[in-house]
Structures are given as structure tokens and as C-alpha cells.
Nanobody, 124 residues
Framework: QVQLVESGGGVVQAGGSLRLSCAAS????????MGWFLQAPAKGREFVAA????????AYQDSVKDRFTISKGNAKHTVYLQMNSLKPEDTAVYYC?????????????????WGQGTQVTVSS
């Protein structure tokens, strides 16, 4: 059974930082990609960042590329999202997702597995 478990969300003031973690279990990584998406109230899921497990290839949404960093953890099948210089518009539920082909990493419909989400709230 595949499980993706996110942690690290919370409430932070604008300009602050948070580090999200995603621990994956039961996943084969046949397509080798983990991603982060966000979903603000009344909106669809938006791509944030993705990492290719073997090659280390990385992709970011333009609005976060200078503030957020995606990385692999030392623990097996753990991925992090370091979020710096947070803005109120970053407020959303953040989801970890697994197993999309690299060519489709920005498309939420192409991921096979999802975590339960973790709330990030940035106050002004």
C-alpha cells in the first residue's frame, strides 16, 4: 500500500520560513518523480516543484523558484520543500505527490499518489 505523509505546515508571518517533509512508503518509484502542489481555497491544485529521484532533475513554478527549494532527504524516499520569504499568497494546503513521468511533472492529473496535505498559513 502506497502512503505519502506530509508534515511541517503551520502558521508563519510574512517573510518567514517553513520546511515541509514528505515520507513515501510502499512506492516503487517506477516513474521516479516526486512533486509538491498547492491548493488555495476555491482553486485547483497548482504545481510548485518536482524532483526526479535518480537524475536529481528539478523543476519549479516561476513564482517560487527564488524562494523555495525541493530536495531529497537522506532517509529513503523522503522529499523536502524548504520555503523561504513566504508571502500571504502562499497560503494554501500543500500536497506531496508521487510517480509522474518527468515530461508531465507540472500536471496534477498525471500523478498516481497523493498525501493528505498540510496547511500553510502566512499572515501579513
Amino acid at each position: 500500500q502506497v502512503q505519502l505523509v506530509e508534515s511541517g505546515g503551520g502558521v508563519v508571518q510574512a517573510g518567514g520560513s517553513l520546511r515541509l517533509s514528505c515520507a513515501a512508503s510502499g512506492i516503487t518509484f517506477s516513474r521516479n518523480t516526486m512533486g509538491w502542489f498547492l491548493q488555495a481555497p476555491a482553486k485547483g491544485r497548482e504545481f510548485v516543484a518536482a524532483i526526479a529521484w535518480s537524475s536529481g532533475g528539478i523543476a519549479y513554478q516561476d513564482s517560487v523558484k527564488d524562494r523555495f527549494t525541493i530536495s531529497k532527504g537522506n532517509a529513503k524516499h523522503t522529499v523536502y520543500l524548504q520555503m523561504n520569504s513566504l508571502k500571504p499568497e502562499d497560503t494554501a494546503v500543500y500536497y506531496c505527490a508521487g510517480e509522474a513521468v518527468w515530461a508531465k511533472v507540472t500536471d496534477s492529473s498525471k500523478y498516481d499518489y497523493w498525501g493528505q496535505g498540510t496547511q500553510v498559513t502566512v499572515s501579513s
